[in-house]
């Protein structure tokens, strides 16, 4: 197998800003895009998670994804991507959806050398190169480790 083909192959990636950085996840996790919306907050639960929503009769949890991310510069959010996990929906909440790109797999480096401070990263898919910009390109599919995903699935709604 050649594998200059697979550096041809081009994904579609939803960008979107939290504080002053542009971030991008592949296009196929987001469920849909809402406009910004205040969760019902629920005790005792850990500080990125917000609360819980009602789409459309769905009942779906919020996690703030700045301060998942650890982003201190947080603008007012404006929308919310929703995307399916193994314990059901949850949005996350963003300062401004952009646009939707290809981006090349050649233009994706992944997974840099990086140093990270012990905390589990298996979100972070690299980065990546859209014209003169780079991007942090992640995956909501791992944005929670799975033990939080339990902490979140067995908190009342």
Request: glycine letters at 6%; hydrophobic letters at 40%.
């Amino acid at each position: 197998m050649n594998n200059d083909s697979t550096k041809d192959t081009a994904h579609k990636y939803l960008i979107y800003q939290l504080g002053r950085e542009n971030f991008a996840t592949p296009l196929i996790e987001v469920r849909e895009v809402i406009e910004y919306r205040d969760a019902k907050p629920i005790p005792h639960t850990s500080s990125f998670f917000k609360g819980v929503i009602n789409i459309r009769g769905e009942i779906v949890g919020v996690l703030d994804l700045r301060e998942r991310l650890n982003i201190k510069e947080a603008g007012e959010p404006m929308a919310q991507l929703i995307f399916e996990t193994d314990n059901g929906p949850l949005a996350a909440v963003v300062d401004r959806v952009h646009s939707v790109t290809v981006i090349m797999e050649k233009d994706l480096e992944r997974r840099p050398a990086v140093h990270s401070a012990g905390e589990d990263r298996a979100y972070f898919l690299g980065v990546g190169k859209v014209e003169d910009r780079l991007l942090t390109v992640v995956t909501l599919r791992k944005i929670l480790t799975p033990e939080q995903l339990i902490d979140l699935s067995s908190q009342p709604k």
